[in-house]
């Protein structure tokens, strides 16, 4: 990221990135036969619904969802934003309901919340364009924070070149672009506002 460079947005994942996750995902995957595409494509396939495979991913979810944290420093990092005068931006392939219990559990807002109930699902850009768009900010002055393969295609898809992911020896060396791994929400602190 270069120093003195203007964030007027941050689009913020959910599950894994501000909240403990559990799930593992390459097992549900394997479960639901999911090889070339994404959970939520496979399963809402076209006008066709999964029901079976929806009802197993909604339990693992809201299993997942009952038993999550707050990942350390991350509300720290929130109320950063928040004092800086950011926009900030959730989106995250998981369900309104468990976004609402998560957020309203931690006391958490965002200027924006987009879940899978919208249709956008990452690795769709559709919810990182919709942010900017509403927003009228560029994808220069965006910053995108996560932790999966998802959200960096959707971020790359979306033209925002300042992606930041937690480390993960699974993502780590697997993409050309300039991709930036943080350790810790206190370490991502330091990068972003402290740069």
């Known amino acids: 990221m270069n120093p ?8 913020l994942d959910m599950d894994g ?3 403990t996750s559990n799930v593992d995902w390459s097992s549900v995957k394997k479960k639901l036969n999911v090889y070339n595409s994404s959970i939520l494509e496979k399963i809402y396939n076209g ?4 029901r079976v495979g929806l ?15 707050l990942i350390e420093g ?12 950011i926009k900030s931006s959730l989106v995250t392939n998981n369900s309104r309901k468990n976004t609402n219990y ?9 200027d924006m919340i987009i879940t899978r109930d919208e249709k956008m699902w990452k690795p769709s850009p559709s919810a990182f364009k919709f942010s900017m768009e509403l927003f009228k900010v560029e994808p220069k002055n965006t910053i995108s ?10 971020s790359i898809r979306s033209n925002i070149s300042d992606i930041f992911i937690i480390e993960d020896s699974n993502i780590s060396g697997k993409y050309p672009q300039n991709i930036n791994y943080f350790k810790d929400f206190h370490e991502l ?3 972003i506002f402290n740069s």
């Open 102 to 110: 998560l957020l309203n559990k931690f006391d958490l807002s965002f």
């Open 55 to 69: 009802k197993y991913l909604e339990d693992i979810e809201e299993k997942n969802t009952l038993e999550a944290n």
């Open 4 to 11: 003195g460079k203007t964030i007027d947005l941050i689009i």
């Open 47 to 50: 006008a066709l619904v999964d």
């Open 145 to 154: 924070i996560g932790d999966s393969d998802l959200d960096i295609t959707a």
């Open 74 to 85: 991350s509300l720290e990092f929130i109320n950063e934003i928040r004092k800086r005068g």
């Open 189 to 191: 602190n330091n990068i």
């Open 17 to 19: 990135t501000l909240f």
